[in-house]
């Protein structure tokens, strides 16, 4: 499968099409793998879609003690396997993107899979498929980012360590071509305010929709 999803933060408008979506999905149960999420509700109305970002190097397969999460040939990381399961939330806590939710009703980790069985028939994930703004775009790099004056960007950096990531995120021009949480671009400065605490920082500083590492009823 050659085409990825893109991100781009400056397009979101917050109206949830994603979230509402993402539900329908067929292996998603009725739950929502992607939360739309304010940066700083006391300085700006801007959000962003959250969803996963699959790591060429999943952190969270890699602390999983059951093996219960596997990352496919296209390098989709999947939700957590139902008989492999330990309900140790090991996955929820690593992931620096604070992605991996644990749904105590089904006693499973549960998180975005690119709505592979769509994507992986040529169909766009189901998020993708109703975004109004492009702020979530499924396709080939070739055929997106000409169309783009966003960068994509999927190199991150959580101080020492390099993440690279399957899915894309638009930045704008003038920014570097990876993220550092230690602030060496302005998106980068505003997670790292953050990047010390316990929960990840998607949680405390975008948690609107979702402040939990739980999925809601």
Same mark, same amino acid.
């Given at each position: ?9 400056? *397009?979101?408008?917050?109206? *949830?099409?994603? $979230? &509402? ?44 003690? +059951? /093996? ?11 939700? +957590? ?35 592979? /069985? ?9 998020? &993708? ?5 492009? &702020? ?12 783009? *004056?966003?960068?994509? $960007? ?27 949480? /230690?602030? /060496? ?13 316990? &929960? ?18």
């Amino acid at each position: 499968m050659q085409e990825t999803m893109f991100v781009d933060p400056q *397009r979101c408008i917050g109206c *949830r099409s994603c $979230v &509402a979506a993402c539900r329908e999905c067929s292996t998603h149960k009725g739950y929502s793998m992607i939360f739309v999420d304010f940066f700083d509700r006391g300085e700006t109305t801007a959000t962003m879609p959250t969803i996963c970002m699959h790591c060429a190097e999943p952190t969270c397969a890699q602390v999983c003690p +059951a /093996d219960a999460i596997k990352q496919n040939e296209d390098g989709v990381v999947m939700t +957590a396997l139902k008989p492999r399961c330990l309900d140790c939330r090991n996955c929820v806590n690593a992931c620096p993107f604070g992605v991996p939710k644990y749904n105590s009703a089904m006693h499973l980790q549960m998180k975005c899979d690119m709505c592979y /069985d769509r994507s992986s028939e040529g169909l766009q994930p189901m998020c &993708a498929s109703v975004c109004p703004t492009g &702020a979530l775009t499924f396709g080939k790099y070739e055929d997106v980012v000409p169309l783009r *004056r966003t960068k994509p $960007v999927n190199i991150h950096y959580f101080g020492n360590q390099k993440v690279e990531t399957k899915v894309y995120l638009m930045m704008p021009t003038n920014e570097a071509d990876a993220i550092h949480i /230690d602030g /060496d671009t302005e998106f980068g400065e505003h997670l790292s305010a953050h990047a010390g605490e316990d &929960a990840s920082w998607i949680e405390n500083e975008m948690g609107e929709t979702d402040n939990s590492n739980e999925f809601r009823s």
